[in-house]
């Protein structure tokens, strides 16, 4: 089989969860922060540790065939490459701050003045879907200080907590873009059997992540209300306990509702209730 390369970023705010991703889809490789690439022991893939900022293009190009960045700077670089599966890790949104004393009220209070930015490209666009005519001050990094050293009226920033706008005196304005880690691929090579077997992979990690696999028991009768609340794969397993007229449950919950359904679960008598991490769910 063809051995494919899978470009993810070397060090920064993506690195550790990629890591994470690809290990946890069972490959083996040794993750030395010198080396630029790795051998997958176990599976026909190299992985490529490279800046975010090429990734797209690395795809794009060929030069990897796979690659794990932020739709950010998809969307900034203007490439071609194929979205595979989103990630739900590297959340953050890019948008448009001012000073918290600035007189800017609405969008229209943005023609004419600079907006300083990493994302000159994703900005342009949106001004002009606005059709707004602003000044587009384009540097490399410490956005946030440009308005305080009178550069700039406005910037254009990636955001997660807002905790770095706050100790700038700056406060979110317009919301540009919502960003996540996404798989990319070239168009035209989803139907590969190494891609197709990664991502098939990578969807049984998500499913797991979002899901927890839970153990309770419950007097049988009141099994039928505690069915009633759960879902399961197909449906809850249920297996008699020793002490006559007690079951045990076992089942998945995802996480999105997890508390609302053991609240319900107590409510209806269940008790012993144990909760454990899932690994893997394959459909
Ligand atoms: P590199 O050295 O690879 O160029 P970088 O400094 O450009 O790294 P990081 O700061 O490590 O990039 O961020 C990588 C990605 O993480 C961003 O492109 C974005 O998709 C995501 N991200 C999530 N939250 C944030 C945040 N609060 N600020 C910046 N990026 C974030
Ligand atoms: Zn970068």
């Not at 001004?127 to 254009?156: F, H, Q, Y």
């Not at 997660?160 to 540009?176: E, M, P, Q, W």
């Not at 997890?258 to 394959?282: C, N, Q, R, T, Y």
Request: hydrophobic letters at 40%; a negative charge.
């Amino acid at each position: 089989m063809q051995t494919l390369k899978i470009a993810i970023q070397k060090s920064g705010r993506l690195n550790e969860k990629s890591v994470a991703l690809l290990k946890n889809c069972g490959l083996s490789f040794e993750n030395y922060k010198s080396s630029l690439i790795s051998p997958v022991s176990n599976f026909p893939l190299e992985i490529l540790f490279l800046r975010d900022d090429d990734i797209p293009e690395y795809v794009q190009d060929g030069i990897a065939d796979l690659g794990i960045v932020g739709e950010n700077v998809i969307n900034e670089t203007e490439v071609d490459v194929a979205y595979l599966q989103r990630l739900g890790f590297g959340k953050c949104s890019l948008k448009i701050a001012i000073p918290n004393d600035s007189n800017i009220q609405s969008l229209g209070d943005l023609d004419g003045k600079a907006i300083a930015t990493s994302y000159p490209v994703i900005l342009k666009k949106f001004l002009k879907e606005n059709k707004l005519k602003a000044d587009i001050r384009t540097i490399s990094g410490s956005v946030e200080i440009s308005p305080g050293l009178g550069m700039s009226d406005a910037i254009c920033d990636l955001v997660s907590t807002g905790g770095t706008l706050k100790s700038n005196g700056l406060r979110a304005f317009a919301d540009v873009l919502s960003s996540e880690a996404v798989l990319i691929g070239r168009k035209g090579d989803e139907n590969n059997p190494v891609i197709e077997e990664l991502i098939q992979r990578v969807q049984s990690v998500l499913r797991a992540r979002d899901t927890k696999y839970v153990v309770l028991n419950i007097e049988r009768k009141n099994l039928e209300t505690a069915v009633s609340l759960l879902p399961g794969i197909k449906s809850p397993t249920v297996v008699p306990l020793a002490e006559e007229g007690w079951v045990a449950v076992h089942t998945v919950i995802p996480e999105q509702d997890f508390w609302e359904k053991i609240s319900g679960l107590k409510a209806a008598g269940a008790e012993g209730i144990v909760v454990m991490p899932i690994e893997k769910i394959i459909l």
